[in-house]
């Protein structure tokens, strides 16, 4: 069984579920990720079979060392990031507001592309075409994702203070 884009969106809004201790309906995380309910349901099941969510009585719970090997190590040559235009959207990788990092900023900007975006800069395709209205109701969805965008399309150095980054966000450290 193969993981689709969207099953890594979908194992960071469960990851920032469990964060918070909630729970949701199939129904409510559809309508948070923007997502059918009959793919919120397939991809479950493929995150079941990665073994990057794992079934207990009390729900599903990510297995946050799995989740930060895929997200670290895998994703970026899985879907590797790609400019697609340049024009406004939402900021992302290292121009994501919620990010404090010693890092400067590329110039120009990486914005997900999105109408009414607040921010003008080189588009890069999301891992998925719903990222930017998940992340726009989660922060912590957000700051995951961006740096996420930050690994997909980082240099060594840019790369590794990402991973670290990610690491301490997922393992809440």
């Not at 879907?79 to 994501?96: A, D, F, I, L």
């Not at 989660?138 to 690491?167: C, F, S, W």
Request: glycine share 8%.
């Amino acid at each position: 069984m193969e993981l689709k884009p969207q099953d890594t969106l979908l194992a960071l809004k469960y990851w920032s579920l469990n964060r918070d201790g909630d729970t949701a309906s199939v129904r409510d995380i559809a309508e948070a990720l923007g997502i059918s309910p009959s793919e919120v349901s397939k991809a479950t099941k493929r995150l079941k079979a990665s073994h990057l969510v794992v079934q207990r009585s009390a729900g599903l719970f990510v297995d946050a060392n799995a989740l930060l090997e895929w997200l670290c190590y895998g994703l970026r040559y899985a879907y590797p990031q790609e400019v697609v235009g340049y024009g406004r959207g939402m900021p992302t990788s290292w121009n994501c507001p919620l990010l404090n990092s010693d890092l400067s900023p590329p110039a120009p900007a990486q914005v997900w592309p999105v109408s009414g975006g607040s921010v003008e800069g080189a588009w890069v395709r999301p891992i998925h075409n719903a990222v930017p209205i998940a992340t726009s109701k989660n922060d912590r969805l957000y700051k995951a994702l961006a740096l996420v965008e930050a690994i997909r399309g980082g240099k060594p150095r840019e790369l590794a203070i990402a991973r670290e980054m990610l690491t301490q966000l997922i393992k809440g450290n």
